[in-house]
């Protein structure tokens, strides 16, 4: 059977792929095998990809590296070859001839100067001054340990009621934690761990079962409209989906500007010169604020939504899974713009998402989910280098890296996560753990302490 992949992942591509096609502007730009193109690139936008790919050992004091700009709109192409505004090897020549694709050692290149470019000394290497990136590279502090956001056995069902008795789907099951003012938490699992739903609870977008969540010392269930609608200004979301969260009908002024008018008490005229300063804040031209959603670029339209999140200068913030949509480049570039703004604004962040890279990369702790419990928090760098429980580990076995050779060799977790409508009694991963034994059926284990600031839920640690 012959398989044709359509994909932003680097890792997945280089898991499964033989032969590879890089696309830009509606053009193929590269086509090699796998090996070749991840070796040894030959075309500038390639190079770019692969350098733009966060890892497991990206250095968190400084910015990941972007390819500079958005990709251009199809009915506005720059003439010439359509990568060379934001080709760092660009020359007039490029600016005038078109390239078609060549063979270049062996593979089909679309660069007039591929032959020159592979042969120079810091071709495989970004070199700082060809980084164009969103923020400063700031120093990393480690944020003061108070409190913001206290959660207590929290818990949220969904109660079936169609020929399942008293059945529910516990999607948050009994979960405890904090996150301290001006840190980053992250938290992963698999699909189906009730992370988003996490989220949205603490954001009180849904109510919980039991439980208790408290910001800023102050109880969030039993709050009534007036206070609760007061103290969302606090607390913003950004979504996953950056068309799909905002209105195809709208300009960017009056998306951005919803939330100040609805919350805020200010002339329009006052409101949409604080949006324009939002609209800069976030790397948008403020000159765009009279367009529609549909004329931007994926990672645009996730400025928009990021520009609209801060606008009230809110001190928590969800956002869930805000790169999973965009190619690697535009991760590297929103992924800077949320560091550089939660460290200049001092925002508070539950940064949810699959790929680890990025979480480990920008967050302070990270909590493991799976199947509505908590199984493992720690300092970001102490977890993905010394994973404690079973399913921590497995995950981080199972990220697949932008290496044809290293992901070959790849394990993967036994099983399917099992359904949160009929959870497994004791352990909730021992159905899929190998080191699984009678107890851990038995018994539920706890979140304990295991060493300073690191906890896991494992019977056996």
Known sequence: ???????????????????????????????????????????????????SVTKLDSPKEKNLYSISGSIPNLSDLPGGCSFHPRCPFATDECKKKNPSLQKVNGRLTACIFAEELVKRSDWLKPDDNLIVNEAENLPVTAPKEEVLMEVKHLKKYYPLTRGFGNHSIKAVDDVTFSINKGEVFGLIG?????KSTL????????????????????????????GLRKTRQEMQMIFQDPHGSINPRWKIKDIIAEPLIAHRKIEKKLVYEHVQELMIKVGLKKEWMNRYPHEFSGGQRQRI????????????????????????????????LIKDLQQSMNLTFLFIGHGLSTVRYISDRVGVMY???????????ELFSYPAHPYTQALIESNLEPDPLKNRMKTTINGEIPSPANPPTGCRFRTRCPLATERCAQEEPELNQIAPGHYAACHYL
Request: proline share 4%; hydrophobic share 45%.
């Open 305 to 336: 939504g990021i520009a609209r999140a801060i606008a009230l200068h809110p001190s928590f913030i969800v956002a869930d899974e805000p790169v999973s949509a965009l190619d690697v480049s535009i991760q590297a570039q929103i992924i800077n």
């Open 190 to 194: 698999e699909s189906g761990s009730g």
């Open 199 to 226: 989220g949205r609870v603490l954001l009180q977008l849904e109510k919980a079962t039991s439980g208790t969540v408290k910001l800023q010392k102050e109880e969030l269930h039993n709050m009534n409209r007036a």
């Open 371 to 381: 199947l509505g419990k908590l199984m493992e928090i720690a300092p970001a760098n």
């Open 1 to 51: 059977m012959s398989l044709l992949l359509v994909t932003h992942d680097m890792g997945v591509a280089a898991n499964i792929a033989d032969r590879i096609i890089v696309m830009y502007a509606g053009d193929i730009v590269e086509e090699a095998a796998v090996h070749e193109i991840f070796t040894k690139p030959h075309h500038p936008y390639t190079r770019g990809l692969l350098h």
